[in-house]
C-alpha cells in the first residue's frame, strides 16, 4: 500500500513514533506521572478506536460503550477475588464476556436505528451499571480492589510499568491493525455499505442486520481487551468504569478525533485526556470549560482534529 | 393490604412524576426532531431554583412558582443561545452538545450551590398524613403530587388537542417547511416549545425535590428512565409517554418492595436478598427489551414522517 505524504501521515507517524519512545524519556526523567498518565491514554484509545468501527465505520451510534470497559474488569477483577490469577484464563474470559454481552445488546438494539438506538445502548449500559453495583459480594457500589494484576507466567510482567505500557500500546496498534484489516476486507466494505444506503444493500441481497450485529460484537470485544487492560491499571474496578458519563467521554474522543478515520480516536484521546488534565490541574471546575469546549467543538470544528488536518471527507 | 395500596400509589406518583419528564423530552423530539440529553439538568436546576426561592420567599407555593419560571426562563436561554443552531444537525452532534451542557451544569452547581445536597423542607400542611381510605393514610404531599401532575397531563393534553397554539405545534411537527410558508414563526414556536419542555422538566425536579435530596447528579438518573419511557411508548407520542411512564412507574416501584419477597419464596433467603436489588432495577430494561422484540417502533409510535 502506498502511504501518500501529507500532513496527517506526518503527525500521526510522530505521535506513534513519541508513544513508542516515550518509556525512555519517562525512565531518563524519572517522570513516572507521565508514564502513568499515557498508560491511562493509550487504553482508552484502544476503547474508542473500537467504538470508532461501529460509529465511524458502521453508523451505529453506540451510547453504552463503557459498558465493555466495566464488563472486560470485572472479568478480570472478579476472578482475580476468586484466587485464579492466571491472565490466560482471565483476559479470554474478559473477551468472551464482553463478546457474550455485545451480542445480546446487539440482537436487541440493532432491531432499531437512530435515535432509539443511541437510547437504547445506554439504557443497557446503564443497566449493567445497576448489576454490578448490585453485586455485594464483589464490592458493590464501592468497586472491587484487584490486589495482584494478571499473572502471564514468565512471559511479561504487568506490575513492571514500562513493560505493562507497551503491552497496552502493543493491544493498541494491534487493535487499530485489526480494525484496518477489517475495514478494508469485504465485510468492511458491506458494513461501509449499510452506513450509507442500507436499502440499496438489502436490495442486493446482504443479510443487513447479521453484518452489522458481528461488527458490533467485534467493537465490544476489543472494547472489553481495554476494560482488562484498564482494571490492571488502577488495580480497581468499580460500577464508575460504565458509568453513561464514561460511555459519552468516549464518544467525545471518537468525534473529537474524527470519525470513521483510523487514527482519529487516537489522536482525539490523546487531546481529550490531555486537555481534561490540564484544566483539572488549573480549574477543580474543568467541566466548567471543557462543557462549552464541547459545544463549540460540535458547531465549529466538524471532522474533528482528523478532519482539521486536512483530510477529503468522505460521504 | 395497606402496604399494597401505599406501594401502588407510590408508583403512580412516581409514574407521574416520570411523565413530566418523558412529555417534555418527547414533545421536543417528536416536534424540533431534537435530541436533549440536558433535559436532565433542566430538572435538576428545577429542584435547586425550588431550593433557593422556598428559603428566600419562606413560601413552598411561591418559592415553587419562581422556580418554575426560573427554569421556563433558562431553557428558552438555552434554546436561544446554543440549541438553535443545532437543528439542522444528525443526532449525533445533538448528543454531544447536550452531553457538553451536562458537564457543565453539574459543575456550575457545584461552583454555585456547593458540592453538598440540599434539602427543601416541606410546609407543616404538606406533611400531615392523610386519610384516602378508612384506616389508610397516605402522605399528602405524595397525594397533591399526583393531583398536580395528572392536572398538568390533561392541562397538556388540551393544549396539544384543542387550542390554537397546539394545533401549530401539531402542524411544525408533521410539515415544518409548510408551516413556514404559510407564515407561522417556526422559530417563535420550536423557543416555545423547548420553553415547555423545560418547564415541565423543571416542574418534576421540584416536585420530586422534598422526597429525596436535591444533589448534582440527580437529573441523570431519571433522564434515562425518562428514555426508556419513550422508547416502550413510542418517540413523539404524548399518548404513548403517558402510559408508559405509569407502567415504568408501577413496575418500579412494586419490583424493589415486592420482589424480595417474591423471591424468597423461591430461593433460599440469602440468594434472594442478593439477586433481588439487581433484578429489580433490571426488571424495567427487561421489559423494554421485551417491548423492542415485539414492537421495535413503541407501543404507541407517532405517525409517520
Given at each position: 500500500?502506498?502511504?501518500?505524504?501529507?500532513?496527517r501521515?506526518?503527525i500521526?507517524?510522530?505521535?506513534v513514533?513519541?508513544?513508542?519512545?516515550?518509556?525512555?524519556?519517562?525512565?531518563?526523567?524519572?517522570?513516572?506521572?507521565?508514564?502513568?498518565?499515557?498508560?491511562?491514554?493509550i487504553?482508552?484509545?484502544?476503547a474508542?478506536?473500537s467504538?470508532?468501527?461501529?460509529?465511524g465505520?458502521?453508523?451505529?451510534?453506540?451510547?453504552?460503550?463503557?459498558?465493555?470497559?466495566?464488563?472486560?474488569?470485572?472479568?478480570?477483577?472478579?476472578?482475580?477475588?476468586?484466587?485464579?490469577?492466571?491472565g490466560?484464563?482471565?483476559?479470554?474470559?474478559?473477551?468472551?464476556?464482553?463478546?457474550?454481552?455485545?451480542?445480546?445488546?446487539?440482537?436487541?438494539?440493532?432491531?432499531?436505528?437512530?435515535?432509539?438506538?443511541?437510547?437504547?445502548?445506554?439504557?443497557?449500559?446503564?443497566?449493567?451499571?445497576?448489576?454490578?453495583?448490585?453485586?455485594?459480594?464483589?464490592?458493590?457500589?464501592?468497586?472491587?480492589?484487584?490486589?495482584?494484576?494478571?499473572?502471564?507466567?514468565?512471559?511479561?510482567?504487568?506490575s513492571?510499568?514500562v513493560?505493562?505500557?507497551?503491552?497496552?500500546l502493543?493491544?493498541?496498534?494491534?487493535?487499530?491493525?485489526?480494525?484496518?484489516?477489517?475495514?478494508?476486507?469485504r465485510f468492511?466494505?458491506?458494513?461501509?455499505g449499510?452506513?450509507?444506503?442500507?436499502?440499496?444493500?438489502?436490495?442486493?441481497?446482504?443479510?443487513?442486520?447479521?453484518?452489522?450485529?458481528?461488527?458490533?460484537?467485534?467493537?465490544g470485544t476489543?472494547?472489553?481487551l481495554?476494560?482488562a487492560?484498564?482494571?490492571?491499571?488502577?488495580?480497581?474496578?468499580?460500577p464508575?468504569?460504565?458509568?453513561w458519563?464514561?460511555?459519552?467521554d468516549?464518544?467525545?474522543?471518537?468525534?473529537?478525533?474524527?470519525?470513521?478515520?483510523?487514527?482519529?480516536?487516537?489522536?482525539?484521546?490523546?487531546?481529550?485526556?490531555?486537555?481534561?488534565?490540564?484544566?483539572?490541574?488549573?480549574?477543580?471546575?474543568?467541566?466548567?470549560?471543557?462543557?462549552?469546549?464541547l459545544?463549540?467543538?460540535?458547531?465549529?470544528?466538524?471532522?474533528?482534529?482528523?478532519?482539521?488536518?486536512?483530510?477529503?471527507?468522505?460521504? | 393490604?395497606?402496604?399494597?395500596v401505599?406501594?401502588?400509589?407510590?408508583?403512580?406518583?412516581?409514574?407521574?412524576?416520570?411523565?413530566?419528564l418523558?412529555?417534555?423530552?418527547?414533545?421536543?423530539?417528536?416536534?424540533?426532531?431534537?435530541?436533549?440529553?440536558?433535559?436532565?439538568?433542566?430538572?435538576?436546576?428545577?429542584?435547586?431554583?425550588?431550593a433557593?426561592?422556598?428559603?428566600w420567599?419562606?413560601?413552598?407555593?411561591?418559592?415553587?412558582?419562581?422556580?418554575?419560571g426560573?427554569?421556563?426562563?433558562?431553557?428558552?436561554?438555552?434554546?436561544?443561545?446554543a440549541?438553535?443552531?443545532?437543528?439542522?444537525?444528525d443526532?449525533?452532534?445533538?448528543?454531544?452538545?447536550?452531553?457538553?451542557?451536562?458537564l457543565?451544569?453539574?459543575?456550575a452547581?457545584?461552583l454555585?450551590w456547593?458540592?453538598?445536597?440540599?434539602?427543601?423542607?416541606?410546609?407543616?400542611?404538606?406533611?400531615?398524613?392523610f386519610q384516602?381510605?378508612?384506616?389508610?393514610?397516605?402522605?399528602?404531599?405524595?397525594?397533591?403530587?399526583?393531583v398536580?401532575?395528572?392536572?398538568?397531563?390533561l392541562?397538556?393534553?388540551?393544549?396539544?388537542?384543542?387550542?390554537?397554539?397546539?394545533?401549530?405545534?401539531?402542524?411544525?411537527a408533521s410539515?415544518?417547511?409548510?408551516?413556514?410558508?404559510?407564515?407561522?414563526?417556526?422559530?417563535?414556536?420550536?423557543t416555545?416549545?423547548?420553553?415547555l419542555?423545560?418547564?415541565?422538566?423543571g416542574?418534576?425536579?421540584?416536585?420530586?425535590?422534598?422526597?429525596?435530596?436535591?444533589?448534582?447528579?440527580?437529573?441523570e438518573?431519571?433522564l434515562?428512565?425518562?428514555?426508556?419511557?419513550?422508547?416502550?411508548?413510542?418517540i413523539?407520542?404524548?399518548?404513548?409517554?403517558?402510559?408508559?411512564a405509569?407502567?415504568v412507574?408501577?413496575i418500579d416501584t412494586?419490583?424493589?418492595?415486592?420482589?424480595?419477597?417474591?423471591?424468597?419464596?423461591?430461593?433460599?433467603?440469602?440468594?434472594?436478598?442478593?439477586?433481588?436489588?439487581?433484578?429489580?432495577?433490571?426488571?424495567?430494561?427487561?421489559?423494554?427489551?421485551?417491548v423492542?422484540?415485539?414492537?421495535?417502533e413503541?407501543?404507541f409510535?407517532?405517525?409517520?414522517?
Open positions: 500500500m502506498k502511504v501518500p505524504l501529507n500532513a501521515t506526518i500521526v507517524a510522530l505521535v513514533a513519541g508513544l513508542l519512545l516515550l518509556p525512555v524519556y519517562t525512565t531518563l526523567s524519572g517522570n513516572v506521572f507521565g508514564l502513568t498518565l499515557f498508560t491511562r491514554i487504553i482508552y484509545a484502544l474508542a478506536a467504538l470508532n468501527l461501529i460509529m465505520y458502521g453508523g451505529m451510534m453506540s451510547f453504552g460503550h463503557a459498558a465493555y470497559l466495566g464488563i472486560g474488569g470485572y472479568a478480570v477483577g472478579i476472578l482475580a477475588h476468586e484466587g485464579i490469577g492466571s490466560f484464563i482471565q483476559w479470554p474470559v474478559a473477551l468472551a464476556a464482553s463478546a457474550l454481552f455485545a451480542l445480546v445488546i446487539g440482537a436487541l438494539s440493532l432491531r432499531t436505528r437512530g435515535v432509539y438506538f443511541i437510547m437504547i445502548t445506554l439504557a443497557f449500559a446503564q443497566m449493567a451499571y445497576y448489576v454490578a453495583s448490585g453485586l455485594a459480594r464483589y464490592g458493590g457500589d464501592d468497586g472491587l480492589t484487584i490486589y495482584k494484576r494478571s499473572d502471564f507466567g514468565g512471559l511479561i510482567d504487568l513492571n510499568r513493560q505493562f505500557y507497551y503491552l497496552c502493543g493491544c493498541l496498534l494491534g487493535g487499530i491493525y485489526l480494525i484496518w484489516r477489517i475495514v478494508n476486507s468492511g466494505m458491506v458494513v461501509q449499510l452506513r450509507s444506503n442500507e436499502r440499496r444493500m438489502q436490495a442486493i441481497g446482504f443479510p443487513v442486520n447479521r453484518y452489522r450485529l458481528v461488527c458490533f460484537v467485534i467493537s476489543i472494547c472489553g481495554a476494560g487492560l484498564l482494571a490492571n491499571n488502577t488495580d480497581f474496578v468499580s464508575a468504569a460504565m458509568y458519563t464514561r460511555s459519552g468516549l464518544m467525545v474522543m471518537v468525534i473529537l478525533g474524527g470519525m470513521g478515520s483510523l487514527f482519529g480516536p487516537v489522536l482525539g484521546t490523546i487531546a481529550f485526556l490531555l486537555l481534561e488534565e490540564a484544566l483539572s490541574q488549573f480549574t477543580e471546575y474543568w467541566a466548567l470549560i471543557m462543557g462549552p469546549l459545544l463549540l467543538i460540535v458547531l465549529f470544528a466538524r471532522g474533528g482534529i482528523d478532519g482539521m488536518l486536512g483530510r477529503v471527507r468522505r460521504g | 393490604m395497606l402496604l399494597v401505599e406501594q401502588f400509589l407510590n408508583g403512580l406518583q412516581f409514574g407521574l412524576l416520570l411523565f413530566l418523558a412529555a417534555g423530552l418527547t414533545l421536543v423530539f417528536g416536534i424540533m426532531d431534537f435530541v436533549n440529553l440536558a433535559h436532565g439538568s433542566l430538572y435538576m436546576m428545577g429542584a435547586y431554583f425550588a433557593t426561592f422556598v428559603v420567599t419562606d413560601s413552598f407555593v411561591l418559592g415553587c412558582v419562581l422556580a418554575l426560573a427554569t421556563l426562563l433558562l431553557g428558552i436561554l438555552l434554546e436561544f443561545v440549541l438553535r443552531h443545532l437543528y439542522n444537525r443526532h449525533l452532534d445533538h448528543v454531544l452538545a447536550t452531553f457538553g451542557l451536562i457543565f451544569f453539574n459543575d452547581v457545584r454555585i456547593g458540592p453538598a445536597g440540599l434539602a427543601l423542607p416541606l410546609p407543616p400542611w404538606l406533611t400531615v398524613p384516602i381510605m378508612p384506616g389508610v393514610y397516605y402522605p399528602a404531599y405524595r397525594l397533591a403530587i399526583i398536580v401532575a395528572l392536572a398538568v397531563a392541562l397538556l393534553y388540551f393544549v396539544v388537542m384543542r387550542t390554537r397554539i397546539g394545533m401549530l405545534i401539531r402542524a411544525g410539515n415544518r417547511e409548510m408551516i413556514g410558508a404559510l407564515g407561522i414563526n417556526i422559530k417563535l414556536l420550536y416555545l416549545v423547548f420553553g419542555g423545560a418547564a415541565l422538566a416542574l418534576a425536579g421540584l416536585m420530586q425535590a422534598p422526597i429525596l435530596t436535591v444533589q448534582i447528579g440527580m437529573g438518573n431519571i434515562i428512565l425518562a428514555f426508556v419511557i419513550i422508547v416502550i411508548g413510542g413523539g407520542s404524548i399518548r404513548g409517554a403517558f402510559l408508559a405509569i407502567f412507574g408501577m412494586l419490583g424493589r418492595a415486592f420482589l424480595p419477597d417474591l423471591l424468597r419464596q423461591v430461593l433460599s433467603s440469602t440468594a434472594a436478598s442478593t439477586a433481588a436489588p439487581a433484578l429489580s432495577s433490571m426488571l424495567i430494561y427487561l421489559l423494554m427489551a421485551i423492542l422484540v415485539v414492537r421495535p413503541g407501543l409510535p407517532a405517525g409517520r414522517r
